[in-house]
């Protein structure tokens, strides 16, 4: 796959900044491969996370599993053949396929986001057709459309029927060929495509999820209430000489919508009062470990975005970008490989439980040292729930009891009498 008549290249990027690179994708590649292969292995293992959304992250698990043990290492390999040869790493038939794996990969990454997207916004729509929408054969048939769209997107360039891959001398990678009669126009194209549709879909349906929830919106109005209400005397001590006519409209219209909108909470909560636990649900269909699924996907696609978008906005500006500045900001765009796991284990209950209890497995002490050291309890499960509020009603020999004594007909069981 090695060149062996290329000259060496008139680099100016000094060798420290290969060697840093190609470290980082050393160390990103270890650190993604056994994160996403626990996520791999420890969530289909729990029986109660057996359901579409989590197929998808296992999938999306495997696309990142995938680019740490095949693009981090070859990319590694490339920079320090670079640092030692000054030549590039591939032929041109080797460039086209190691960038075609490369874009295969990024793209079922990034569908992969989007179906579990669409997945939680047919949750909360369609409650009671999602199972249908979501069964198990149409969930398969759904990852594998994520890999053959992505393989068929790619193979046009790779065939050269519209754009073609080849080294850039520009950046010292391979990517898409700029010296083409298309120009830059196949490489616009394939991402509005490849990767911004696929965002406008992600940042769509989570406009629809937390439109639903309203939990954010109810958080900044009750802010802004309280806010004003607080400081009121302050602001106009203060600050009204500093603020239009127009700022004061709008200040007490946001008061009023506020005002409204938790008086409407409070009758709400008045009249729901018999039925507390279901008043706390959002909306039908969505319980608290489905808005804990869009969430977590969620903050993973917005570090997808924060990975990413320097590096992109680098590339399309390269001929004005450093070269050693746009080397070192792959070590950034190749951290969202290894950093999800992170992201699992601290904001999502159940697929933390799940990391534990597998390696518990394994490890039997890890369980307990875990609760010690970071304060971790399981969280329970419906099963658990069912089995307390069974336990909490009276059996019949303490109903016969209760209706033997009249004074205590009307009284109900002691704390000590009842699981709680």
């Known amino acids: 796959m090695s060149t062996t008549e290329a000259t060496p290249l008139d680099s100016h990027t000094p060798q420290w900044a290969y060697l840093v690179t190609a470290i980082a994708a050393i160390v990103i590649s270890i650190l993604g491969f056994f994160g996403n292969l626990l996520t791999i292995l420890a969530l289909p293992h729990t029986r109660r996370l057996r359901h579409s959304a989590t197929w998808l992250v296992v999938n999306l698990a495997v696309a990142e599993g995938a680019f740490c043990v ?132 992600i940042i769509t349906s989570y406009s629809y999820i937390y439109y639903k929830v309203r939990s954010f919106l109810r958080l900044i109005l009750n802010t802004i209430h309280y806010i004003i209400s607080n400081y009121k005397v302050v602001a106009e001590q203060h600050f009204v000489s500093f603020v239009s006519p127009h700022m004061l409209v709008c200040l007490l219209w946001i008061q009023a919508q506020s005002s409204a909108n938790l008086l409407a909470r409070r009758r709400h909560n008045a009249s729901e009062d018999s039925r507390k636990t279901n008043s706390q649900r959002p909306v039908e269909g969505l319980r608290a470990r489905d808005i804990r699924i869009a969430r977590t996907i969620g903050v993973i696609f917005l570090a997808f975005l924060i990975c990413c978008t320097p590096v992109s906005v680098a590339h399309f500006m390269e001929t004005k970008v450093n070269k050693a500045a746009l080397l070192l900001l792959h070590p950034l765009y190749w951290a969202q490989y290894c950093i999800n796991i992170f992201i699992y284990v601290f904001m999502n209950n159940q697929y933390r439980d799940a990391y534990v209890n597998y390696i518990s497995q394994w490890w039997p002490d890890f369980k307990e040292m875990s609760r010690r050291r970071f304060h971790w309890r399981e969280e329970q499960t419906s099963q658990d729930s069912r089995r307390q509020s069974r336990g909490t009603t009276p059996n019949l020999s303490v109903r016969f009891q209760l209706n033997r004594k009249g004074s205590e007909v009307n009284s109900s069981p002691q704390v000590n009498d009842t699981r709680l």
């Not at 460039?95 to 990969?105: I, W």
Request: aromatic share 10%; with cysteine.
């Open 70 to 201: 095949t693009i981090l290492p070859i990319s590694a390999g490339h920079l320090l053949h670079m640092l030692y040869t000054g030549q590039p790493l591939f032929d041109e038939t080797g460039c086209s396929v190691f960038v075609f794996l490369r874009y295969v990969n990024i793209q079922a990454e990034l569908l992969s986001i989007a179906a579990i997207a669409i997945n939680r916004c047919v949750l909360i729509a369609m409650p009671k057709s999602y199972p249908n929408v979501f069964s198990s054969r149409k969930t398969v048939g759904i990852i594998a459309g994520i890999w053959l769209v992505s393989a068929a997107i790619m193979l046009i360039p790779l065939l050269k029927v519209y754009g073609q891959f080849t080294y850039n001398l520009d950046t010292e990678e391979c990517d898409f060929d700029d010296k083409t009669a298309h120009k830059k126009a196949p490489r616009k194209v394939f991402l509005s495509l490849g990767f911004l549709l696929p965002c406008i879909v």
